[in-house]
């Protein structure tokens, strides 16, 4: 069995928004990875990016200076 660990999720109002968010972290050397919103969080387009927590504010900080509308930040174990 897979041991949860604690991760950050940002959701995002649209898909195209999420690519965007996708496009940035990856051009910029961000960490994460874009996957479908976890159950536990009934948000959003479906999906959402996923961090570890000691990144939100680098990541919330380069978003909201590309413009990137987000629409929450959660941490939960996955």
């Known amino acids: 069995m897979i041991e949860k660990s604690l991760k ?4 995002f109002p649209t898909t195209t ?6 496009k940035m972290c990856v051009s910029n050397k961000l960490p994460g990875r874009l996957i ?7 948000s959003g387009c479906g999906m959402a990016w996923c ?3 000691q990144d939100r504010k ?6 909201r200076s590309e413009g990137i509308s987000i629409l ?7």
Request: net charge negative; glycine share 4%.
């Open 8 to 11: 950050l999720i940002i959701t």
């Open 17 to 22: 928004t999420a690519m965007a968010m996708e």
């Open 36 to 42: 479908p919103i976890p159950r536990e969080i009934d």
């Open 51 to 53: 961090a570890l927590p």
């Open 58 to 63: 680098e990541l919330e900080q380069m978003a």
């Open 72 to 78: 929450g930040i959660f941490q939960i174990y996955i």
